[in-house]
């Protein structure tokens, strides 16, 4: 079931369908399920994927995208998809005997339409979540920033997972003042089929930006705490689960809990699901060990099989602890990929959709026009992209912002129009890349979910103000939330490299290693991930998507002296996140202003947002019209 048929709204639409042909043109990609008078699909080389006797299937950092992407087919199955993939999955892991655990790792607010047009935030689409046949699930630190969110978690996922909901390190305050668990601090059961014990555990990194209503405690200490050392000491594990919400490469909370359980179990199983940093990964931690992080906004199912577990051997016995053999796989988020795995057929007759899955797609449909998510703003005539697309280029998304969306903004203060301005935005506060076809409410929340406010300093002089833009950009980088270190190409450092990264390697790396990109009939521009099993875990073989440096800021001069000379001073306008980070360049400038002088004001005016909107609508809604 693909979604951008179904809707009703989009339903009317050729031009979708025709931006999506052009899609197909321009870079290959396949269309997976169509009208038919459409070209028939175009498969894919994928290999099924290798079963071992425990399986896992993965999501994390979902960020509400349940829907799935609609202007992306590589991504385009929904939450229905997912849950007939999983129920399909789960029935051929009874037939071989063999057993399947769904994991997903938290971060489930924030990032798309359906989680953040509701208050409190996720209303509608945590129950829809809960609809797909989950086994575990932990918290993300998506789930701690507003209290109210917190308490939803609290009062609906928790119970509703009954026991399964594991936050080993995070609290919630209760009305009455007392601190409890939000979900389990662990949770033992033994698989179906193979009759593995395992204690899992469900952990998030050391978090501290939450609300006041909840607490989570350093993942370092609580591997020292009593009830830890004591569940790890249980007699008759045959495994440990670790999941939960922590970077699997670079940070310390999974290693901490690593050396925590192995001072115990020299050789136990251990496997390790984590997330936040919204890349995919596979970490080897030791011969029994591995890690493995699945992606972000549902554009990635994580599958991992283990062989060789031992279930009801003695850790003393003299041949328990040979290596234990792995594989894992990177899937894309569409229907054909689902379905290859699942091996079944798609289409309205075919034996995919399950009841269950049919039925979550349609309450997703009927829900988003509910909530208004269809709305279109108008047509996005090409592709806008962050770190896809060279900068400045016809293509950047910042180059549309700089040259034709700030200077849109209007003050509150009109003694100030007219007068020459600087307008800075920094590249973190646009969370995702704005695709050709039809711009919706949806889309707003996709591409900037933040409300901000502009801050001013007014009449700076120019010479200082010109500064400005380049000291912010040789910064590190600009945190966005404080606490992911979302500058792109520290993500993709993340990603790939670690301390060595450096862009033009990175790309002359993944061109030159082998890895299934070398295959000639290549359809689609996608991952190429490296990691370290090496290169072949991307289950559709991808052309990498290009790379490129976005810089920490842009800015936009308005309202210059029209003769090209430059103006005697400048108000100094920027998103009231990037303040210190503002008067920190200024204090580098101009040393002889204590920071303190510089005083930022209210400005006024619509968030990004809100412009990128009424851009928007200047490009019209005539190719949703044309084709009723
Ligand atoms: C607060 O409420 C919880 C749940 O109703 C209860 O278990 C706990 O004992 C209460 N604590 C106090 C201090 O009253
Ligand atoms: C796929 O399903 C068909 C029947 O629908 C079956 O004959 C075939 O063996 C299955 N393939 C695999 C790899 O399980
Ligand atoms: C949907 O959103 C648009 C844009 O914000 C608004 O103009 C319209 O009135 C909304 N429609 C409904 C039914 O809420
Ligand atoms: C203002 O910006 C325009 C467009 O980027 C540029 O051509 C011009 O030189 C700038 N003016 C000054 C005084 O910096
Ligand atoms: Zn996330
Ligand atoms: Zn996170």
Not at 51 to 57: A, E, S, T
Not at 328 to 352: C, E, I, M, Q, V
Not at 589 to 609: F, H, M, N, Q, R
Request: charged share 20%; glycine share 8%; with cysteine.
């Amino acid at each position: 079931m693909v979604s951008f048929y179904r809707s009703p709204l989009l339903l009317l639409s050729g031009f979708v369908f025709n931006a999506l042909v052009s899609v197909v043109a321009d870079q290959d990609v396949f269309i997976l399920q169509q009208p038919s008078s459409a070209p028939p699909p175009k498969t894919l080389p994928l290999r099924p994927i290798e079963w071992g006797q425990l399986n896992f299937i993965s999501t994390t950092d979902t960020h509400g995208w349940l829907a799935g992407h609609l202007l992306q087919p590589s991504y385009a199955a929904d939450w229905g998809d997912y849950t007939s993939f999983i129920e399909h999955i789960k029935e051929t892991a009874d037939e071989k005997g063999v057993d399947v655990i769904v994991v997903d790792d938290g971060d489930q607010h924030d990032g798309n339409g359906l989680s953040d047009a509701t208050f409190p935030n996720g209303e509608i689409s945590q129950k829809i979540l809960m609809m797909a046949p989950i086994d575990l699930m932990s918290i993300g630190n998506h789930e701690l920033y507003k209290c109210e969110v917190t308490q939803q978690t609290y009062d609906m996922l928790a119970p509703h997972f009954d026991g399964r909901y594991l936050t080993s390190n995070v609290e919630i305050m209760l009305s009455n003042g007392s601190w409890v668990h939000i979900g389990q601090r662990s949770h033992r059961f033994t698989t179906k089929n193979q009759g593995i014990n395992i204690m899992a555990f469900g952990f998030l990194f050391d978090f501290k930006l939450n609300c006041e209503n909840s607490r989570v405690s350093d993942v370092e200490d609580v591997v020292q705490q009593a009830w830890f050392q004591s569940a790890i000491r249980e007699p008759g594990i045959d495994m440990f689960l670790v999941f939960g919400h922590y970077p699997i490469r670079f940070w310390p909370e999974m290693w901490a809990i690593h050396r925590a359980i192995r001072a115990v179990h020299k050789s136990i199983p251990i496997q390790y699901f984590g997330g936040h940093s919204h890349v995919r990964d596979f970490t080897v931690l030791d011969s029994r060990a591995s890690a493995l992080q699945a992606g972000r906004f549902l554009e990635t199912v994580g599958w991992l099989s283990i062989d060789g577990i031992e279930p009801g051997k003695s850790e003393d016995s003299p041949d328990y602890g040979k290596p234990l053999k792995y594989s894992r796989r990177y899937l894309d988020f569409n229907p054909y990929s689902l379905s290859f795995h699942a091996n079944k057929t798609l289409g309205p007759d075919g034996t995919f959709g399950t009841k269950n899955g049919r039925s979550i797609s349609k309450i997703i449909d009927d829900y988003r026009i509910e909530l208004n998510l269809t709305y279109p703003f108008g047509c996005v005539p090409t592709d806008y992209l962050l770190e896809k697309a060279m900068y400045p280029g016809p293509n950047s998304l910042l180059s549309l912002l700089e040259e034709h969306v700030l200077q849109n903004l209007v003050g509150d203060d009109e003694t100030r129009h007219g007068k020459s301005r600087l307008i800075f935005i920094n590249s973190g506060s646009l969370r995702y890349d704005m695709y050709g076809g039809i711009f919706t409410v949806d889309s707003g929340y996709i591409v900037s979910p933040f409300d901000n406010d502009w801050l001013y300093l007014p009449s700076v002089p120019y010479s200082i103000a010109k500064e400005i833009l380049g000291k912010l950009n040789a910064l590190d980088y600009i945190f966005m939330e404080l606490t992911t270190p979302i500058s792109r190409t520290m993500m993709v450092r993340q990603q790939n490299l670690g301390d060595t990264f450096d862009i033009n390697v990175m790309n002359s790396l993944i061109s030159s290693m082998s890895g299934p990109q070398d295959q000639e009939d290549l359809k689609t521009t996608g991952y190429v991930t490296i990691d370290d099993y090496g290169m072949d875990g991307d289950d559709t073989p991808h052309k990498p998507y290009p790379l490129y440096y976005l810089p920490n800021a842009v800015a936009t001069n308005d309202s210059f002296p029209t003769d090209g000379s430059a103006p005697e001073a400048t108000d100094v306008i920027f998103l009231d996140f990037m303040k210190p980070f503002v008067l920190e360049a200024l204090a580098k400038i101009d040393s002889t202003t204590p920071k303190d002088d510089w005083k930022a004001l209210e400005y006024g005016g619509k968030p990004v947002k809100e412009l990128i909107k009424d851009y928007v609508r200047g490009w019209g809604t005539e190719c949703i019209k044309d084709t009723r």
